[in-house]
C-alpha cells in the first residue's frame, strides 16, 4: 500500500479492461482517481466501485474543450494532477482493416480517439501539472504521464493498417514528449505501455476481426507467446502503477513492453 499515497491520478478510458485495472491499482496504493470515461454508465460503475476519493466525469477524449472541462474539474476537487494515464483507445469501427478495404472514414476515426486523444491528454496534463509556474505536487518529480501503445506500435499489423499506425504514432509522440518536459526541467515523465496478447473485451475483438473464429484465433495467437499464456489486465496495469509511482522516478521516454515475449523472437 502507498505507492502513489495521496497522489492525484486521471486515467481515461477506465470504465473497462485495462483502464478500470489501472484505475483500481492506482486507487489501491493511495491515489485520488479520477474515472474519465465516455460511457457514462460504465465510469460511475468503477468510481462505485472503488469507493472513497474516487470520481467519475464523462469525457471524449477526441474533444479538446472536454479535456480542458476535465482538467478544470480536477483542478476545482483536487488541485493539480501528479498522473495521467492516456488509455482510451479503440481498435476498429469495421470489422476489417486490411489495407485494400480500410476507407478514410475509418482511418479518421481511430486516429482520433488513439492519436488525437493521447496527443490533447499530454498538452492539457502537462498544462495542469505545470500549472502557476510550478511543479506538480508529490514525489520526487512534477508528474507522470503514462500513454497506452501497443506491441501494435511495435511490429507489422498488416490485418490492423489504422491500429498499428495509431499506436505507432502514440509511441513516438511519448518519446517527444518526455523530452521536451526533460529540457524545460517540468520534472514531469512521460512513458508508454505495449501490451501484447491480453483478455480483455478489445482482445476478443482483436481475435474476431474479418468474421475469424475467436476461439480458433486466442488458441493460434497464443502458439506465438513464449510464456504460453495471455497477459490479463492487472498484468499491464501493475507496470502502468510502476511507471506512475516515484519507483520510476529516473525513467522517460521508455517504452514497456508487456507481452509474454512475443515480439522478442
Known amino acids: 500500500m502507498g505507492r502513489v499515497e495521496g497522489k492525484v491520478a486521471i486515467v481515461t478510458g477506465a470504465g473497462t479492461g485495462i483502464g478500470r485495472a489501472a484505475a483500481t491499482r492506482l486507487a489501491e496504493e493511495g491515489a485520488?482517481?479520477?474515472?474519465?470515461?465516455?460511457?457514462?454508465?460504465?465510469?460511475?460503475k468503477v468510481a462505485g466501485?472503488?469507493?472513497?476519493?474516487?470520481?467519475?466525469?464523462?469525457?471524449?477524449?477526441?474533444?479538446?474543450?472536454?479535456?480542458?472541462?476535465?482538467?478544470?474539474?480536477?483542478?476545482?476537487?483536487?488541485?493539480r494532477p501528479d498522473i495521467l494515464i492516456n488509455n482510451a483507445g479503440i481498435l476498429a469501427t469495421e470489422n476489417n482493416q486490411h489495407l485494400a478495404v480500410t476507407d478514410l472514414e475509418q482511418w479518421r476515426a481511430v486516429q482520433a480517439v488513439n492519436v488525437e486523444g493521447v496527443f490533447l491528454g499530454c498538452k492539457y496534463g502537462v498544462a495542469a501539472m505545470t500549472a502557476n509556474g510550478g511543479r506538480a505536487k508529490g514525489g520526487d518529480g512534477g508528474g507522470a504521464i503514462v500513454n497506452m501503445s501497443s506491441i501494435a506500435g511495435l511490429i507489422a499489423t498488416a490485418h490492423l493498417v489504422a491500429y498499428g499506425a495509431s499506436k505507432g504514432a502514440v509511441r513516438q509522440m511519448t518519446k517527444s514528449v518526455a523530452i521536451d518536459c526533460a529540457r524545460r526541467g517540468l520534472g514531469i515523465r512521460c512513458n508508454s505501455v505495449h501490451p501484447g496478447v491480453i483478455v480483455t473485451n478489445m482482445g476478443n475483438q482483436v481475435m474476431g476481426m474479418g468474421n475469424?473464429?475467436?476461439?480458433?484465433?486466442?488458441?493460434?495467437?497464443?502458439?506465438?507467446?513464449?510464456?504460453?499464456?495471455?497477459?490479463?489486465?492487472?498484468?499491464?496495469?501493475?507496470?502502468?502503477?510502476?511507471l506512475a509511482s516515484d519507483e520510476a522516478r529516473h525513467v522517460t521516454g521508455a517504452e514497456l513492453v508487456v507481452d509474454g515475449g512475443m515480439t522478442v523472437v
Not at 49 to 70: P, T
Open 32 to 44: 485520488r482517481v479520477t474515472i474519465a470515461e465516455f460511457d457514462a454508465e460504465a465510469g460511475e
Open 49 to 79: 466501485e472503488l469507493g472513497g476519493e474516487a470520481v467519475f466525469v464523462q469525457h471524449d477524449v477526441r474533444d479538446e474543450a472536454s479535456w480542458q472541462g476535465l482538467m478544470e474539474s480536477v483542478a476545482a476537487r483536487h488541485g
Open 212 to 242: 475469424g473464429d475467436v476461439e480458433a484465433n486466442w488458441k493460434a495467437r497464443l502458439d506465438l507467446v513464449p510464456m504460453g499464456e495471455p497477459g490479463q489486465a492487472v498484468d499491464v496495469a501493475n507496470c502502468i502503477l510502476f
